[in-house]
């Protein structure tokens, strides 16, 4: 059987909403004792769990027993002496239990929350070597104590997760520390070997043939200048024509090119001319132009980016810059530009497991700039709103040449892994040649023009992690450590630029540095 006081339960709650104001029950100036909860002589706290039930043996007869909140436990009095406490839903209540004279017997500070005693068994069973508690706090699950590493933590937090159910309101609070160090720095080494080979052979002919003299020797017979005075002779009446009148004069000529270069790029240039002449007078020519060049290139790259971040956080690191791009424009011809970076990046999310194992989650780029795959505007003309014309220059927007891996990978600190690897090899080769002359036996080359072009890279990346403390700052070398200034005279006379620097980066000591303006500048 229950009993409740309506009237008790108001007394009692807006006891409650006083809080904690005294160490105990005492009386004020004009004789009223108020009692906070939990601050009686006979104040007990417990913890009830949700759906279960929690038996109280009194040493006196109970005549009555309040409880400020039915919705969170209940009371059954199975007898004088004798009461059974049930959680019904999570939260806090209280419990008072009063004798015949009206005396305290109990007072009960209930807090119904999930039973964790069968969790805390499991725990121990699957993870014995984990030191954590488990405990409800309003229908949630506050995990506290620290474990080894990070699977530990992992592991219990699974088990308290298919304990409590896949609840939506029901949260899991991890704060278990993990005892294993928890900063990471991360080296990362980008190596490319590019290697090209390009060959250009190129010929051209060229010629202008004529046959026929009808014209040449009518002019030398009508207009002959015989004594040299400048003057054309008289001839008298009678005129020769000599042969028959005709004659017969073109141009030839080829024109191969470099396609996939787009155009001659050095190397050797000659030519050869061949000149028929009837006499002193030129008849026909015919010409050979010659283009040949084989260049070999070899290029590296090389990017060594470093971060350090805190386990379970992220980092990111660019050295490079940033260069405009359009994205919009507006009636009057404005411009709005949008800035994308590109250089030496790299970010990295790490999550220490172990001592011997780290989860990492990078991303690392190497971009430059290239005029490959650029993008060239024209000049447009616009009419603005009040139909005045506005000439908008075109604009050159630049591409970019990248180097990109993102992986997740799991390495032990100091551990090397070959996180990406690329192998890339391109050729292109083209002739252009004139139809039919082409096949001609040997001769045939003289009417072709070839362009050849090979690529060769090879692309590595390597990742290395490693668990890292703090030091102390002289334990730190820069690139700048031990570096000076060398004096005007020095620098007018000698060409130095700096003062040696000290043995193993050590710094250059005042007494044995001098400097005509008395100072050092690092």
């Given at each position: 059987?229950?009993?409740?006081?309506?009237?008790?339960?108001?007394?009692?709650?807006?006891?409650?909403?006083?809080?904690?104001?005294?160490?105990?029950?005492a009386?004020?100036?004009?004789?009223?004792?108020?009692?906070?909860?939990?601050?009686?002589?006979?104040?007990?706290?417990?913890?009830?769990?949700?759906?279960?039930?929690?038996?109280?043996?009194?040493?006196?007869?109970?005549?009555?027993?309040?409880?400020?909140?039915?919705?969170?436990?209940?009371?059954?009095?199975?007898?004088?002496?004798?009461?059974?406490?049930?959680g019904?839903?999570?939260?806090?209540?209280?419990?008072?239990?009063?004798?015949?004279?009206?005396?305290?017997?109990?007072?009960?500070?209930?807090?119904?929350?999930?039973?964790?005693?069968?969790?805390?068994?499991?725990?121990?069973?699957?993870?014995?070597?984990?030191r954590?508690?488990?405990?409800?706090?309003?229908?949630?699950?506050?995990?506290?104590?620290?474990?080894?590493?990070?699977?530990?933590?992992?592991?219990?937090?699974?088990?308290?997760?298919?304990?409590?159910?896949a609840?939506?309101?029901?949260?899991?609070?991890?704060?278990?520390?993990?005892?294993?160090?928890?900063?990471?720095?991360?080296?990362?080494?980008?190596?490319?070997?590019?290697?090209?080979?390009?060959?250009?052979?190129?010929?051209?002919?060229?010629?202008?043939?004529?046959?026929?003299?009808?014209?040449?020797?009518?002019?030398?017979?009508?207009?002959?200048?015989?004594?040299?005075?400048?003057?054309?002779?008289?001839?008298?009446?009678?005129?020769?024509?000599?042969?028959?009148?005709?004659?017969?004069?073109?141009a030839?000529?080829?024109?191969?090119?470099?396609?996939?270069?787009?155009?001659?790029?050095?190397?050797?240039?000659?030519?050869?001319?061949?000149?028929?002449?009837?006499?002193?007078?030129?008849?026909?020519?015919?010409?050979?132009?010659?283009?040949?060049?084989?260049?070999?290139?070899?290029?590296?790259?090389?990017?060594?980016?470093?971060?350090?971040?805190?386990?379970?956080?992220?980092?990111?690191?660019?050295?490079?810059?940033?260069?405009?791009?359009?994205?919009?424009?507006?009636?009057?011809?404005?411009?709005?530009?949008?800035?994308k970076?590109?250089?030496?990046?790299?970010?990295?999310t790490?999550?220490?497991?172990?001592?011997?194992?780290?989860?990492?989650?990078?991303?690392?780029?190497?971009?430059?700039?290239?005029?490959?795959?650029?993008?060239?505007?024209?000049?447009?003309?616009?009419?603005?709103?009040?139909?005045?014309?506005?000439?908008v220059?075109?604009?050159?927007?630049?591409?970019?040449?990248?180097?990109?891996?993102?992986?997740?990978?799991?390495?032990?600190?100091?551990?090397?892994?070959?996180?990406?690897?690329l192998?890339?090899?391109?050729?292109?080769?083209?002739?252009?040649?004139?139809?039919?002359?082409?096949?001609?036996?040997?001769?045939?080359?003289?009417?072709?023009?070839?362009?050849?072009?090979?690529?060769?890279?090879?692309?590595?990346v390597?990742?290395t992690?490693?668990?890292?403390?703090?030091?102390?700052?002289?334990?730190?070398?820069?690139?700048?450590?031990?570096?000076?200034?060398?004096?005007?005279?020095?620098?007018?006379?000698?060409?130095?630029?700096?003062?040696?620097?000290?043995?193993?980066?050590?710094?250059?000591?005042?007494?044995?540095?001098?400097?005509?303006?008395?100072?050092?500048?690092?």
């Amino acid at each position: 059987m229950v009993f409740q006081s309506p009237v008790r339960t108001g007394l009692l709650l807006a006891a409650a909403a006083l809080g904690p104001c005294f160490a105990h029950a005492a009386p004020n100036d004009m004789g009223t004792v108020i009692t906070a909860p939990g601050q009686s002589n006979v104040s007990q706290q417990v913890t009830l769990g949700l759906n279960k039930s929690l038996i109280i043996d009194l040493e006196n007869p109970a005549a009555d027993v309040v409880i400020t909140n039915p919705a969170i436990a209940d009371a059954v009095v199975q007898t004088s002496k004798r009461i059974i406490f049930r959680g019904v839903k999570y939260g806090q209540t209280n419990a008072f239990v009063f004798d015949r004279a009206g005396n305290q017997l109990l007072n009960l500070e209930i807090n119904v929350e999930t039973d964790m005693t069968s969790l805390h068994q499991l725990i121990e069973r699957h993870v014995p070597d984990a030191r954590v508690n488990v405990e409800g706090l309003n229908g949630n699950v506050l995990i506290t104590g620290s474990v080894d590493d990070m699977t530990q933590s992992d592991q219990v937090e699974q088990l308290v997760s298919a304990f409590v159910g896949a609840d939506e309101d029901t949260k899991i609070v991890n704060m278990v520390q993990v005892a294993a160090k928890d900063q990471v720095m991360l080296e990362v080494r980008i190596v490319e070997m590019q290697r090209t080979a390009i060959k250009q052979l190129g010929i051209n002919l060229s010629g202008t043939p004529g046959w026929g003299d009808f014209a040449k020797l009518v002019e030398k017979q009508l207009f002959a200048d015989g004594d040299g005075d400048g003057l054309p002779e008289d001839q008298g009446t009678t005129v020769k024509v000599p042969g028959a009148p005709q004659s017969f004069a073109g141009a030839i000529g080829s024109s191969n090119s470099f396609p996939i270069q787009g155009r001659a790029l050095g190397g050797l240039n000659g030519g050869l001319t061949y000149s028929n002449y009837v006499g002193d007078t030129l008849q026909s020519n015919v010409g050979v132009s010659l283009d040949a060049l084989e260049r070999i290139g070899i290029v590296k790259t090389l990017a060594e980016p470093n971060i350090v971040a805190i386990s379970g956080e992220s980092a990111k690191f660019l050295a490079g810059g940033e260069f405009p791009v359009p994205v919009g424009q507006d009636k009057n011809g404005n411009v709005t530009i949008e800035f994308k970076p590109y250089g030496v990046g790299l970010g990295f999310t790490p999550v220490v497991l172990s001592e011997g194992r780290i989860s990492l989650k990078v991303s690392t780029e190497v971009s430059e700039l290239t005029s490959q795959g650029s993008f060239q505007g024209n000049t447009q003309s616009v009419i603005d709103a009040n139909g005045n014309i506005i000439q908008v220059a075109g604009i050159t927007i630049p591409a970019l040449s990248v180097r990109r891996a993102e992986s997740v990978i799991e390495l032990p600190s100091g551990g090397s892994m070959m996180m990406a690897g690329l192998i890339q090899s391109k050729t292109r080769q083209t002739l252009d040649q004139i139809p039919g002359l082409k096949k001609l036996p040997v001769l045939g080359a003289l009417f072709q023009s070839r362009d050849f072009l090979q690529d060769e890279s090879e692309l590595v990346v390597i990742v290395t992690p490693y668990l890292v403390d703090p030091t102390q700052k002289d334990q730190l070398r820069t690139p700048a450590d031990g570096y000076a200034n060398a004096s005007d005279a020095k620098t007018i006379f000698f060409g130095k630029l700096n003062e040696q620097y000290g043995k193993d980066g050590a710094p250059v000591d005042a007494e044995n540095y001098r400097s005509p303006v008395g100072f050092i500048e690092e």
